[in-house]
């Protein structure tokens, strides 16, 4: 067969994409195809960068390729990422493509932990970040990425004063910690709350986002109602242990998204403190919580489960210390990684089948 580029597409439309169940030349994936003799140059340009299957996408491209045109062929594939949304024309927020709120049904399960290590993972893989501390009477993440002391600096833009979020590993932040003392007490009624929130969503200059993660305070609340009626949310994740008495709140936070008034898209469940390894035994797995309870209440609920994260002593220090886990090189990081890899595909797959969140509407 002669190999020109509108065989080499036709090879192409073979491959499919494992998550959005169509082929690559339909997706509009395939760019800048160029050939040269026997040799096959291209683009696959990824729905994230954090794409989980992005080798066996470019092995199932390079496989395509032989079987049309023999063995003698080379290839040079470029794997690039356009972060999908379906976010257009926003009034509030119009450069950041996916809100993504992390919530849990009841405190202490982690949830901020976990929203920390989820921001910087992403960040990681290149995408831009930023995260909301959004637990107003609780604020963690200055401690968590060791800015306790920063203050952000404000700029204008078109007339008006806009806070700059801290940066700090390749995530931009905003917190209330930053704006008060680490030693006060925030002592607000929920309005008061819930006008912080609005303020960090419409007066902080945030820029070209790839995903904004907001970290909910536990339970729901007038911030959940706030948040969801200020901006259209992508999706929500929902942290919970596997213990009986978390799950019980977790299935609460679930039942809210899904409240036909609210209809905020579940992004999936994770299960952290899902066991406990020793790190001198680190192929040990003691389930102290309860086994699997997160993984059991997703497939119930039938929403995607995005992993476990084990229950280890250099999590808690590393949030204590300001340098978040995912940062390191062990098995704590790979949880994360592996987590943060299965948040963008759930992202991209609520993208392309599900119709755009809109802004929620109450009376009350």
């Not at 499919?16 to 003799?37: C, F």
């Not at 600096?153 to 390749?170: C, E, W």
């Amino acid at each position: 067969m002669e190999i020109n580029r509108e065989t080499v597409l036709k090879a192409l439309s073979n491959v499919e994409d494992p998550d959005l169940k169509k082929d690559l030349v339909t997706l509009e994936m395939i760019q800048n195809v160029m050939v040269k003799d026997s040799h096959i140059s291209f683009t696959v340009v990824l729905t994230t960068p954090a794409c989980p299957l992005k080798e066996l996408i470019r092995k199932n491209c390079e496989e395509a390729l032989v079987e049309a045109f023999g063995e003698n062929i080379t290839s040079e594939i470029e794997m690039s990422s356009t972060v999908t949304t379906v976010r257009s024309n926003a009034p509030l927020l119009p450069n950041v493509k996916n809100i993504i709120a992390v919530s849990s049904g009841k405190g202490g399960v982690g949830k901020s932990t976990v929203a920390a290590n989820l921001a910087v993972a992403l960040a990681k893989t290149g995408a831009s970040v930023g995260l909301i501390d959004a637990d107003i009477f609780g604020p963690s993440v200055p401690t968590m990425f060791n800015c306790e002391y920063e203050q952000p600096a404000v700029t204008q833009v078109n007339g008006k004063n806009l806070i700059i979020p801290i940066l700090q590993y390749g995530v931009k932040l905003m917190s209330i910690g930053f704006l008060s003392p680490p030693e006060n007490a925030v002592v607000w009624r929920g309005p008061m709350a819930s006008s912080a929130l609005k303020q960090f969503l419409g007066d902080t200059e945030w820029g070209d986002l790839d995903y904004l993660l907001i970290d909910l305070p536990p339970g729901t609340s007038d911030i959940h109602l706030t948040l969801v009626q200020t901006v259209p949310v992508t999706g929500a994740i929902v942290v919970t242990t596997p213990q009986k008495v978390a799950l019980a709140d977790a299935r609460k936070g679930l039942a809210m998204f899904k409240q036909p008034q609210i209809n905020v898209p579940v992004l999936g469940i994770v299960e952290n403190m899902a066991y406990f390894t020793p790190e001198e035994l680190p192929d040990n797995k003691y389930f102290i919580f309860g086994e699997n309870g997160g993984k059991n209440l997703s497939e119930k609920s039938d929403v995607p489960f995005l992993g476990q994260i084990p229950l280890v002593q250099s999590i808690r220090e590393s949030g204590d210390a300001g340098y978040p886990a995912v940062l390191k090189d062990d098995v704590t990081a790979n949880s994360f990684n592996a987590l943060a890899e299965s948040l963008a595909q759930q992202v991209a797959i609520r993208n392309a089948t599900q119709q755009k969140t809109v802004k929620v509407e109450l009376n009350s």
